[in-house]
């Protein structure tokens, strides 16, 4: 089965910058998506960055230019590079990945809190 966890979040300033790792302890062979998910205080959990299984991307508005998804080949590692960050990109990032094959099935992450403060 396909277990996730995440990494690398914690306290930065505003204008910093973080990198997301997210490993995957089971073995996955075809995904409908790879994507971060955060959810922010008081507020629902939002999208914030998506690999499709088409190898496309797509980003949510706020983030764009900013953050930045990636995977290495084997599909092992997810990442998610965090630049010019604001104070409203606080919250808990999580990792998920809809999966297709060898079973079918969507997983989370136990998430990582990010903190932008000054």
């Known amino acids: 089965q396909v277990q996730l966890e995440e990494s690398g979040g914690g306290l930065v300033q505003p204008g910093g910058s973080l990198r997301l790792s997210c490993v995957n302890s089971g073995r996955i062979f075809r995904v409908r998506q790879l994507a971060w998910y955060r959810q922010r205080p008081g507020m629902q959990r939002e999208l914030v960055a998506q690999i499709k299984g088409d190898g496309s991307k797509n980003y949510e508005g706020s983030v764009t230019g900013r953050f930045t998804i990636s995977r290495d080949g084997a599909e092992h590692t997810l990442y998610l590079q965090m630049n010019n960050l604001k104070p409203e990109d606080t919250g808990v990032y999580y990792c998920?990945?809809?999966?297709?094959?060898?079973?079918?099935?969507?997983?989370w992450g136990p998430g990582t809190q990010v903190t932008v403060s000054s």
């Open positions: 998920n990945a809809i999966v297709l094959s060898p079973y079918t099935g969507t997983f």
